[in-house]
């Protein structure tokens, strides 16, 4: 099935030069690139976007991280591109993360761990909708999106 999912080139990865590393890999991987803008998480969207993880111990230091610079924040969209961003980004922890992956390539500490993909369909959907107005979202297709998606 056709999904979205919203991937967010986070502060360290602005900061060390692996947007486009990040952008690479999931444009090499064959999901489309729907959507795509530089914002500067404030502290009310930080909030919204993590609200699962209100009152856990690593919360302030998640929001004072991802407010800290600009992100990269992306639509991606393809054949089970929730789950397919999700193994081509690895576990969130990057020292436990399989090496090919973006964390398990490119860090080790939990607390900058490069990239966000949304954990479900539900979740991309409101994610989504947090970041993006619709018609800043473009659907397109490859010419030879068959042999690359099955799309
Ligand atoms: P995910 O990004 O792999 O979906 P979540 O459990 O949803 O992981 O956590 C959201 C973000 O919160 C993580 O990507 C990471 O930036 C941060 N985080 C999660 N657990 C910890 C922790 O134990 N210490 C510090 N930061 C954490
Ligand atoms: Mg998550």
């Known amino acids: 099935m056709t999904e979205r999912t919203l991937v967010l080139a986070k502060p ?40 699962a993880h209100v009152g856990k111990p690593f919360f302030e230091g998640l929001v004072q991280y991802i407010t800290s610079l600009p992100v990269v924040a992306m639509v991606w969209e393809g054949p089970s591109a929730v789950s397919v961003m999700r193994t081509t980004m690895g576990a969130t922890n990057p020292a436990q993360a399989q090496p090919g992956t973006i964390r ?39 010419p030879h999106e068959t042999y690359i998606s099955g799309e």
């Open 104 to 142: 398990g390539d490119f860090g080790m500490d939990i607390s900058n761990n490069l990239v966000h993909g949304s954990d479900s369909l539900e979740s991309a959907e409101k994610e989504i909708e947090l970041f993006f107005r619709e018609e800043e979202i473009f659907s397109w297709k490859r």
């Open 12 to 51: 360290d990865a602005v900061a060390r030069g692996l947007t486009g590393e990040i952008i690479k890999r999931l444009e090499t991987r064959g999901l489309r690139l729907a959507a795509l803008k530089m914002i500067w998480i404030d502290e009310e969207l930080a909030t919204r976007h993590y609200s």
